[in-house]
């Protein structure tokens, strides 16, 4: 099945529910409404000339023509590239030009003339460039009005010339360890994968899904936007960009019933000061994904939160994302400890980094993924496609993870982030989990710094409760004595006020370990 068809289904089954509410402006759409808009924005495309197999981006934080732009793409068989929000001048001409753009998409309602201003800068230096539209400005009315010459008869046989197989979406990585790269997705890729974490949450008509994740990621725009397509449900944005405060008050306000975040969201929204006073009665499940989730937040979202039913996912954005998800079911021992199991029609095995041979029951291993979410490729670089699917399909994603009996999958971190202390493997994602439960620290980050006698040593990089307080590293060791093995216990210690983040709200552990090795040098 294509995206298209899929909103036509939603269309005629649901078309008097709510699909997508704007909680900033107040605008609401439901899907009859969301699929006449979306269709003006189509036959729009279809005037500007996009083709078949066209890159069109957008460069936009969360609005509702992200939304109306990417089912739009989809039905015109034009491929939606999704450009960084925190882009500027030098990173959005790459991608124009990686991506071979002809059309791009930019938002105004945010940092307006900045983003008008650095997109009209580069538009000479990238030559597939055709044109550039505004959204909240009168280029996407213009667009929009173009499109009402359009005969519908070509839309038509546009959309009967599609395959689900067809590429649909450039998505990039978030950059955590290193440049991004552009996952090609398919229909199939990302329609299945939303549709299954959909039915894993036990999504109806009657959900209403709040997305302070940024659409511009997979976690936004598949879990969130094509999760609550395929099972009718709606999506409720709080606020252009994250912000702790909005999203409880949406959550509210709406009467949502789900919602998502990764870990450092929902500590966010468990921090404020007012917690207390929404009423957050409504929530029933959600998402916890993208990053290691911590138990002490994840129990505190159950019951605080009232999230009961709350999953934890994990995978990435060259898997459509989503490979294994926790059930509704699952105690929540299995919720906090592990990513749950695997999602249907997808296959993952431990195995051994060196030979791709499984590795037994209960062994560390690299996790490889391999079906029908497996991107095509890397956009136009072959080379890296083949260093990470391999000849048998196999995604050799490059976090380490161990399975257990029951085919419960724990992550035990990335391959690039383990920590060899004097030959020990160090788990950063254990040593976290253990300092969570100090009294004094908000949030911490664990890496590993390079030492002359060992190696590498353990730095704790914390965020206190309280930013007044003081944390040291004696008093941090003599906390951690008898509880945790010696060579595990941090030797050096940073008091942060915040962690550099990916635009998907990530910590960047590779900026950390380099501003670590520039303060102890
Ligand atoms: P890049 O590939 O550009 O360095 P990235 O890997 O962070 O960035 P994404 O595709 O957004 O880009 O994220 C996928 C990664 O996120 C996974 O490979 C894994 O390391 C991590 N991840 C996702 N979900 C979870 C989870 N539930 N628990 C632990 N880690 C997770
Ligand atoms: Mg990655």
Same mark, same amino acid.
């Given at each position: 099945e294509t995206i298209g068809a899929a909103l036509a289904r939603a269309v005629r089954r649901?078309?008097?529910?709510? !699909? +997508?509410?704007d909680v900033p402006s107040g605008r609401r759409w439901t899907w009859a409404e969301l699929g006449r808009a979306v269709e003006e924005v189509a036959l729009g495309l279809l005037a500007k000339?996009?083709?078949?197999g066209d890159r069109v981006g957008i460069w936009a934080v969360n609005c509702p023509e992200w939304v109306m732009l990417q089912y739009a793409t989809a039905r015109v068989g034009a491929v939606l590239v999704n450009v960084n929000p925190a882009y500027r001048v030098h990173e959005l001409a790459y991608v124009l030009r990686q991506a071979g753009i002809s059309l791009l998409v930019a938002s105004t309602a945010h940092r307006t003339s900045d983003y008008r201003r650095m997109a009209e800068q580069v538009r000479g230096d990238?030559? !597939? +460039?055709r044109d550039i539209v505004y959204v909240g400005d009168p280029t996407w009315d213009g667009m929009v009005h173009l499109g009402g010459?359009?005969?519908?008869a070509r839309m038509a046989a546009r959309e009967a010339a599609l395959?689900?197989?067809?590429?649909v979406n450039i998505q990039y990585t978030?950059?955590?360890?290193?440049f991004p790269k552009g996952a090609t997705l398919s229909h199939r890729n990302i329609l299945n994968n939303g549709h299954f974490v959909g039915e894993s949450l036990g999504y109806t008509a009657e959900d209403r899904i709040a997305v302070p994740?940024?659409?511009?990621?997979c976690f936004g725009m598949v879990m969130g936007n094509l999760a609550a397509l395929t099972h009718g449900a709606c999506v409720v944005i709080p606020a252009p960009a994250f912000d702790a405060t909005a999203t409880l008050h949406a959550v509210e306000r709406e009467r949502c019933t789900a919602l998502y975040g990764v870990p450092t969201m929902f500590i966010a929204e468990l921090g404020?000061?007012?917690?207390?006073?929404?009423?957050?009665?409504?929530?029933?499940t959600g998402i916890m994904a993208g990053s290691p989730c911590p138990e002490e937040v994840m129990k505190r979202v159950v019951t605080e939160m009232h999230m009961a039913e709350v999953a934890i996912c994990y995978g990435m954005t060259e898997t459509s994302p989503v490979s294994t998800q926790t059930g509704r079911a699952d105690d929540l021992e299995r919720r906090t400890g592990t990513v749950g199991r695997v999602l249907p029609h997808v296959e993952v095995k431990v195995a051994d980094?060196?030979?791709?041979r499984a590795v037994p029951r209960g062994t560390t291993g690299e996790l490889c993924t391999r079906g029908y979410?497996?991107?095509?490729?890397?956009w136009d670089d072959p080379e890296r496609t083949a260093e990470a699917v391999d000849a048998d399909g196999w995604?050799?994603?490059?976090d380490l993870a161990v399975m257990d009996d029951d085919g419960f999958v724990r992550i035990a971190g990335r391959i690039k982030d383990m920590i060899i202390r004097g030959g020990e493997n160090v788990y950063p994602r254990e040593i976290e989990e253990f300092l969570?439960?100090?009294?004094?620290?908000s949030d911490v980050q664990v890496i590993g710094v390079p030492d002359a006698k060992y190696g590498e040593e353990i730095m704790a990089c914390v965020i206190l409760r309280d930013p007044a307080d003081t944390l040291t590293r004696d008093e941090l060791a003599r906390w951690c004595r008898g509880r945790l093995a010696h060579y595990k216990v941090p030797r050096h210690l940073r008091v942060m006020d915040a962690f550099p983040l990916?635009?998907?709200?990530?910590?960047?552990k590779v900026e950390l370990r380099q501003e670590a090795v520039a303060l102890l040098s």
């Open positions: 649901h078309g008097d529910r709510d !699909a +997508l509410v000339g996009v083709g078949r990238c030559p !597939a +460039l010459g359009v005969d519908r395959h689900a197989g067809d590429p978030s950059g955590t360890t290193g994740v940024p659409f511009y990621h404020l000061p007012d917690f207390a006073t929404y009423d957050l009665s409504s929530l029933r980094p060196e030979t791709g979410s497996v991107m095509l490729g890397y995604m050799h994603t490059g969570h439960g100090h009294p004094k620290i990916t635009v998907s709200g990530k910590v960047r």
